[in-house]
C-alpha cells in the first residue's frame, strides 16, 4: 500500500510539473538554411547567448495537428513556441515583461512573420504568462540550458558582458505632467526595460520616462510628448509601431 501511496504521489507531481514544463522534444534537430518570407530573409544560426527583448505573439487554431518546421505535430496545449533564426528544438525563458511571469518553452517552429515580432507562443503558454485575451506583450527571451533553466551566458565566464544599466543609472523625467496629449509606448515594472525603450524612440520626437506607483508598484511609463493636437499623437504612435511597438496608444490627460 506504501509503494502504491508512493507511486500516487509520484504520478501525482509529474502531472503538476509537465502542466508547467515543456514536454521532451520528439522532432528532429534543425538549424536550417536561409529562407525569404515576404520579401525578407532570414538566417538560422545557432546562439547560446541569444537575449532579445520585443514583442511576443500567440497562435493555435487553424494551425493545431500540423506539423512543425522540425517535424512534431504542433499542440496548442504544449508549452512550444516559434521563432524565426534560433535552432529548433531549443529552450527559451520568455518573461512577460509587464506582469513578470516566465516560462521555458520549446521552439520547434519558425514564425512570427510580423514586424515588430520576436516570437510566437502557443495558447497554453499565453494563458499562463497572461496575455491570451490581449493578444500580444512585450517579452524577453533568452536561450536557457533544458537541464537548468539557466541561461548559457550566466553559466559561461567568456560570454559576452551584460551592459544593462542599473536602475540607479536610468534617467527619470520625474513627476509625471497632467494635461496634454502623449503617446504611451508602454508601462514597466523594470526601469531597465523603460529606459531601453526611451533609447529606441528618441528618433520619433521627445520621449520621457515618468515612474508612478499604481496599488503600490511602481510603474515606469515611457510617453512621447505632449503633442499640440490627436493628428500629431497619431502620427507619432504610426511611427513608434513602425519601429516595434504596435502597442502604443495616444493618452489624453486632462
Known amino acids: ?30 538549424v536550417g538554411n536561409p529562407y525569404q518570407i515576404n520579401g525578407v530573409w532570414y538566417y538560422p544560426a545557432e546562439d547560446p547567448y541569444y537575449d532579445e527583448e520585443g514583442i511576443a505573439s500567440w497562435y493555435g487554431d487553424p494551425f493545431h495537428g500540423r506539423q512543425t518546421a522540425n517535424g512534431e505535430i504542433y499542440d496548442m496545449n504544449d508549452l512550444t513556441a516559434a521563432h524565426k533564426t534560433l535552432p529548433m528544438p531549443v529552450y527559451v525563458r520568455v518573461t512577460n515583461l509587464e506582469n513578470g511571469r516566465s516560462l521555458v518553452l520549446r521552439v520547434n517552429d519558425r514564425g512570427p512573420f510580423v514586424s515588430g515580432r520576436i516570437i510566437d507562443v502557443s495558447r497554453r503558454a499565453a494563458q499562463l504568462l497572461g496575455f491570451q485575451q490581449q493578444g500580444t506583450t ?57 529606459q531601453k525603450v526611451s533609447d529606441s524612440l528618441v528618433a520619433v520626437g521627445a520621449v520621457q520616462i515618468y515612474r508612478v506607483v499604481v496599488g503600490d508598484v511602481p510603474l515606469y511609463r515611457v510617453r512621447l510628448g ?22 502604443a496608444v495616444v493618452v489624453i490627460d486632462e
Open 1 to 30: 500500500m506504501l509503494l502504491l501511496a508512493g507511486c500516487a504521489e509520484t504520478e501525482f507531481a509529474a502531472a503538476i510539473v509537465k502542466d508547467i514544463s515543456p514536454d521532451q522534444p520528439v522532432g528532429t534537430y534543425k
Open 138 to 194: 512585450r517579452v524577453r527571451v533568452q536561450v536557457v540550458d533544458p537541464d537548468t533553466g539557466i541561461e548559457y551566458a550566466a553559466q559561461d565566464p567568456n560570454a559576452p558582458a551584460d551592459t544593462t544599466p542599473d536602475q540607479a543609472e536610468v534617467a527619470l523625467t520625474g513627476t509625471e505632467t497632467l494635461g496634454g496629449i502623449f503617446v504611451q509606448a508602454g508601462a514597466f515594472g523594470d526601469a531597465n526595460n523603460a
Open 226 to 247: 505632449p503633442y499640440a493636437t490627436v493628428v500629431e499623437a497619431e502620427a507619432a504612435r504610426t511611427m513608434a509601431a513602425s519601429r516595434g511597438y504596435p502597442e
